[in-house]
């Protein structure tokens, strides 16, 4: 089917926009398709214009998968699909580059990893190769690859039903952490003490109808160790086979039995040994999955046997994790991620900035046991700060709050940046102390 029968015959509900903007490149440029962007991912439109690229933008453009109005004057092409049907994604796909001819194929956001290196691999492109999509999608997946391998994993077991708690338990034992094998952002992450706790959490995870972008549970999850030891991320990116670690960044966790994330700091504060064994850690990590170009984001714990991996996606890290690397190295991740999969040099496709500070960060609002937002006060003050770069807030006056259970429950942020580790923590107390909610 060419792009014009999709066009006026759409078989998969199929429609394509082509967006204003004055400064449309001409047709010869090269093209990047981006799939779903949000969040971090986002922030790839603005990079693909930087590097003199036109943007074709794929999104369902309905419930929660639509880009936001004041992000598509940075798309010259927008096409609205199911993306979460792979034969709609491959047939638009097709037609779109028997017209214009795509240079490359990126996710933005976590959850199109394995569709954008899919459709990289259908239209002939750069992209992660599909097993290395899958298992950095499927936490299962990559613990049976990195424990191949020899690389340090925690004890695991996988569920499917409910019948193999009991198996699991006995193979990993309390306490343990209760996931979903494919899940994001912390959402029906939780530790479980006993076996009560654990057959309570995964009714939850299994039953639960708040799916994220319309990808229901199936159900499996993953009983794993619970490590015990300060949580860290590792960001940086691949190319032409060597594994280059640009930040370690500490990472500030609520309170258990959950996991969610209510700051990051570029960079963590560690030792020489430290900081060693995580990089050279995480690099074995990168390669045995075979992330092949563009940025990674790995989590993990410094235990007292050395780190131990929890996860690692072959994205940008969200979290604004992206942008502090920028204001503390100079490092642009969402260039390299564009330039990496149109073909060009991710290390000279975009200048290195000076770093702004020392140290970068950003602190999440929450308000334990309000249930609804009634009133905001102090960010006026706040934003005047000069250290702050940026105060946003997600929820208003009048908006419920959900649960301190996941990311879900932040009401906004403030990034900020400072000289000293010192400074860096006077800044976050000044934060939570100035913003008031009730």
Known sequence: MTFEQLVTEPRHGHKETPMPHPNTPPATRKRLLVIEPMSSGLTLLGAARDLGLETVVFSHDAADRVVPEGARGEIDLFVAVDTNDPAALAETAAAVHARTPLSGVVSGSEFYVDAAARLAHLLGLAGQPIETAEAVRDKTLMRAMLAKAGIRIPRYAEVLTAADLDDAAETVGFPCVLKPAAGSGSIQVSRVEDSGQLESAYRTLAGHADFVFDQPEDGRALVEQYLVGPEYSVEGYVHQGRVTIVSITRKLLGPEPYFVELGHVVRADLGPDARSAIEEYTSAAVTCLGIALGPFHAELRLTNEGPVLIE???????????????????????????????????????????????????????????????????????????????????????????????????????????????????????????????
Do not use: K
């Open 312 to 438: 690692v996606g072959a994205r940008l890290a969200g979290d604004r994790i992206a942008e502090l690397i920028t204001l503390a190295t100079g490092i642009s991740l969402r260039h390299v991620m564009v330039a990496s999969h149109v073909g060009l040099d991710p290390e000279s496709a975009w200048p290195r900035a000076l770093p702004v500070a020392e140290y970068a960060a950003v602190h999440f609002f929450t308000a334990p046991g309000l249930t609804t937002l009634s009133r905001i006060e102090g960010l006026n003050a706040l934003e005047r700060h000069p250290s702050v770069t940026e105060v946003r807030m997600y929820l208003g006056p009048g908006d419920a709050i959900p649960a301190a259970r996941d990311l879900r429950c932040r009401l906004g942020h403030v990034i900020y940046t400072a000289d000293s580790a010192e400074q860096e923590a006077e800044l976050r107390a000044l934060a939570a102390a100035t913003v008031r909610f009730s």
